[in-house]
């Protein structure tokens, strides 16, 4: 008995002392046609008390979890939905509701309100057409819960370990898909957002998720792991680039021959 006890003290302790993995907490479940509730209480970067269905007003909702106050890869999302938006002419508040939606229920609406006004200085365009809100965790969990959202805050180093990527609701707040990585593809967006605006969810797409996490500067783990997946998105973009010059290039051959 004497062993068992010591055996199970060991095993938790283990447990206890098992580092933080940002990768096993942050992940992104699809679940097509989940309901997210579009009526819980949110407050807003005016600091204005509101619901997710007052700013969708019947449109399709383009939801970035985000946090607002972040060092690291939050800026970049919203940076890339805005850069989409501008290729494909999408107009927030004409053809969506595109809402940064806080995750940490300890910011506040000036921190909702700071990122914002940090994207419109990059994208003066987005101006006045993007939403930011905060939220009690209750309704942050109300809402990222349905839509397979999982994100944990590493007290160590005191921050959120959570995916970057944009959620596509229909205008009755049904999930619909998601836009993952940090530039989506303005095709895709025009499209995702015309299935949504008709109601229809489901359907498989290819998932590169990227995690908004700074590393334990002691250890580096992580760092390094996020840093390769960075460099493997732009090698990806470089031979995207160099695939359409030369396909190109093979048909203006084959036209003039």
Not at 108 to 136: M, N, Q, V
Request: with cysteine; net charge negative.
């Amino acid at each position: 008995m004497i062993r068992f006890l010591l055996l199970l003290m060991t095993l938790v302790a283990a447990t206890a002392a098992a580092p933080f993995d940002p990768f096993a907490e942050a992940r992104i479940d699809e679940h097509p046609g989940a309901q997210v509730p579009l009526d819980r209480p949110v407050i807003d970067q005016d600091d204005l008390r509101t619901t997710l269905a007052r700013m969708s007003a019947g449109k399709p909702i383009l939801l970035i979890p985000v946090l607002h106050d972040c060092p690291n890869l939050c800026g970049l999302t919203l940076d890339g939905l805005a850069d989409a938006m501008k290729a494909s002419h999408v107009v927030g508040g004409r053809d969506a509701a595109v809402i940064a939606f806080g995750i940490d229920p300890k910011e506040s609406a000036a921190d909702a309100r700071a990122s914002l006004d940090r994207l419109a200085g990059r994208h003066p365009e987005i101006a006045g057409h993007i939403h930011a809100t905060i939220a009690d965790t209750a309704t942050v969990h109300a809402v990222t819960d349905p839509i397979g959202y999982h994100f944990a805050y590493d007290p160590r180093i005191g921050q959120y370990a959570h995916a970057a990527a944009v959620a596509v609701l229909t205008p009755d707040g049904r999930f619909s898909r998601w836009l993952y990585g940090l530039s989506p593809d303005p095709a895709d967006l025009t499209a995702a957002l015309g299935a949504a605006r008709v109601g229809k969810t489901g359907g498989f797409f290819h998932q590169l998720i990227l995690l908004c996490y700074h590393y334990d500067p002691e250890t580096g783990r992580y760092g390094v792991a996020i840093a390769w997946l960075i460099r493997v998105a732009c090698i990806a973009t470089v031979l995207a680039i160099l695939l359409y010059v030369v396909l190109t290039r093979r048909r203006e051959g084959a036209g003039e021959c």
